[in-house]
C-alpha cells in the first residue's frame, strides 16, 4: 500500500511572512505525524534548504540562469524556460504518484496554478489565507488574482491569521462563513536574557550608528507599498521637528537594500537629511538581535494581514502602535498590546509612540501584556490548533 502523504504548497521559498510561517509548522509537524510531508514550491527562493528539512521537497518552476546575450536569445526562442517547468512538472505528477495523498494544503491564496495540477488527487483541500483584499487584487505572483480564483475554487476550507482575513473573505469572495476558521501566526520560543544584555545591545547599536542609550522606534519587514516603508521615513521627519525629540532612532529590520523601492525611500531619506537617524539593516536570518535594540514597535503597515513581526517584538515585551483598518495589527493592538490611531494620521501615530515613550510604566505595563499575548501563539501551543482542523478535514468532519 502507498504510504498516506500531505501535500504542502507553497508560492514562493523567500523569506518572507507565510513561507516562515509554514516552516515553523512543519517542523512541529514532523516529528509528529506518520504521515509523509510532501512540499511543493512552485517557485524556490532563500528558504529552500530549509524546506528540504522538513520534507520531500519538489520545485516546479525555476528562472533561466544568466548568461550573455546570444544563449538567453537562444534559449528564449527555444522556449527553454518553459521546456524546463514542463520537464519538472511532469517528474513532480511521478512523485505524487508514489503517495496516498489525504489532503492538500495552500499556504497561501497565489497557490492556484499548483491546485490546478493536482485537481485530480481525491482529498480534501484546504488554504491558509494570508491575503487582504489589496493583495488579492492586485499581487501578481505568478498570475495575480487568477491564481487566487483557482484557489477558491479548488479549495473547500480556509485557515485564514486574522479576523481581518477573514471578513474579506466572507464579504467581498463570496465564501460561506462555515468555510472559515482562524489561527493566529505562530512564533518561536526566545530566551529574553539572551538578547536583553545590555553591553552586546549597545555595542550592535553602535555598528549601526545609533548613541548610547538613544531611544529607538523599530519597523520590519519588506520594503514596499503595503508594509509603509515610505510613511516610516515620514513619521521619522515628523517626530524630529518636535525638538524634545530630536533625538530618537529608527531602525528598520528586512528587506532587499538592492531593490529599486529602497532606492525610493533612501532618496526621501537623503532629501529629509535623515541618513543619519533612519537604520535599514536588510534581510536577517536571525532578526531578534535587532528587535532587542528597539523600545517601540511602529507597526506603520497600509494593509497586513497578521505580521509575524508582532508577537515576535512582543516575546520581549514592545509594544506597538498601528492604524486603523490596516489587518490583524489592529486586533493584536486592541487586546492591550498598543494603541490604533486613524488610518494614515502620521501625526496621531507620532503623538502616541511619544507619549508611550515618555511613560516607562505605561510601556512596561503594555510589554507585560505582549509577552502574555505572544507567549500563546508559541509553536508548541498554536500548531496544535492548527493541525487539529486538518485532522478534523481528514476525517471527514468538516
Not at 549597545?202 to 522606534?217: N, S, T, Y
Not at 505582549?370 to 482542523?389: D, H, K, T
Request: charged share 25%; glycine share 8%; with cysteine.
Amino acid at each position: 500500500m502507498k504510504p498516506a502523504a500531505i501535500v504542502f504548497v507553497s508560492h514562493t521559498a523567500d523569506r518572507d511572512g507565510a513561507p516562515i510561517e509554514l516552516l515553523r509548522f512543519l517542523g512541529w509537524l514532523k516529528t509528529r505525524t506518520p504521515l509523509r510531508i510532501l512540499i511543493l514550491l512552485q517557485q524556490g527562493g532563500e528558504l529552500e534548504s530549509d524546506f528540504r528539512k522538513a520534507g520531500s521537497v519538489r520545485v516546479w518552476k525555476r528562472p533561466l540562469k544568466k548568461t550573455n546575450r546570444l544563449g538567453r536569445r537562444l534559449r528564449e526562442s527555444l522556449r527553454w524556460e518553459g521546456i524546463g517547468n514542463h520537464l519538472r512538472l511532469a517528474r513532480i505528477r511521478c512523485w505524487l504518484f508514489r503517495f496516498r495523498v489525504v489532503l492538500v494544503y495552500a499556504n497561501t491564496a497565489f497557490c492556484g496554478e499548483s491546485l490546478t495540477i493536482l485537481k485530480n488527487i481525491n482529498c480534501p483541500r484546504i488554504c491558509r489565507l494570508h491575503e487582504m483584499a489589496f493583495a488579492l487584487k492586485n499581487y501578481c505572483y505568478p498570475l495575480g488574482f487568477c491564481s487566487f480564483e483557482q484557489t477558491l475554487k479548488y479549495c473547500e476550507s480556509f485557515v485564514v491569521v486574522s479576523e481581518a482575513v477573514g471578513d474579506n473573505l466572507v464579504k467581498n469572495h463570496k465564501v460561506a462563513p462555515e468555510q472559515v476558521r482562524k489561527i493566529y501566526g505562530s512564533v518561536e520560543p526566545v530566551y529574553r536574557k539572551d538578547y536583553f544584555d545590555r553591553d552586546q545591545r549597545e555595542e550592535l547599536k553602535a555598528k549601526l550608528g545609533i548613541p548610547r542609550d538613544v531611544p529607538v522606534i523599530g519597523g520590519a519587514g519588506r520594503i514596499y507599498w503595503g508594509k509603509g516603508t515610505d510613511l516610516f521615513v515620514q513619521l521619522a521627519a515628523i517626530i524630529h521637528k518636535r525638538h524634545d525629540f530630536r533625538n530618537v532612532h529608527f531602525l528598520w529590520v528586512g528587506g532587499d537594500l538592492q531593490h529599486e523601492r529602497f532606492q525610493r525611500v533612501e532618496f526621501d531619506m537623503n532629501r529629509a537629511r535623515l541618513n543619519n537617524v533612519v537604520h535599514f539593516t536588510g534581510h536577517q536570518a536571525d532578526p531578534y538581535p535587532y528587535y532587542s535594540c528597539m523600545d517601540m514597535l511602529a507597526m506603520i503597515s497600509r494593509e497586513d494581514s497578521f505580521p509575524l513581526v508582532n508577537p515576535e517584538v512582543g516575546l520581549l515585551g514592545i509594544p506597538m502602535v498601528c492604524f486603523q483598518n490596516s489587518g490583524g495589527s489592529e486586533e493584536w493592538a486592541s487586546g492591550g498590546c498598543g494603541r490604533v490611531v486613524p488610518y494614515l494620521d502620521l501625526e496621531a501615530f507620532a503623538r502616541e509612540l511619544m507619549e508611550i515613550l515618555a511613560d516607562p510604566a505605561a510601556r512596561a505595563k503594555m510589554g507585560a501584556v505582549c509577552r502574555r499575548q505572544a507567549e500563546n501563539l508559541l509553536v508548541e501551543r498554536n500548531a496544535p490548533r492548527l493541525y487539529r482542523i486538518l485532522q478534523r478535514l481528514m476525517n471527514g468532519e468538516y
